[in-house]
């Protein structure tokens, strides 16, 4: 992760679909229209790892030990409420999911706010939009 590290913090303003407008970035971080999606763009990952938000990492056991985010936690898919409680990890507290591709992401965020995480959101594209020579 050595190498995604800085790939991921030293571009801002990509995202896996074009640029994004800096201003945009800078606004506040906003929900979709229903709830459902908390995918975030690249330059949103930024601010709030900036901002010393927590990040969950989805991916495999292996992967995870290959290319980390420095910080990140390894807890899989489907981690259990005692799992996140004994990782300290408190429900008003934002978190952001990683994953290679976005998929196992998005699926943890949304058993995150099963679980009453409410401020939980993912890496739009994985982290294979962001390196994908990393990603795999």
Known sequence: WQ???????????????????PQAALAPVAQDHDGSDRGLCVAEVRRLIWER????????AAEHLRHRLEGSVHVG?????RQLQHLGLEPHEPLICLSNGGTRARHLNAHLR?????????????????????GA
């Open 77 to 81: 898919i489907r981690p259990s409420a």
């Open 3 to 21: 190498l995604l590290y800085p790939v991921l913090m030293a571009n801002p303003f990509m995202h896996p679909g074009g640029p994004v407008d």
């Open 53 to 60: 938000v927590k990040t969950l990492d989805a991916r495999s």
């Open 114 to 134: 099963a679980l009453g995480y409410r401020h939980a959101y993912h890496l739009s594209g994985g982290l294979g939009a962001v390196a994908p020579s990393q």
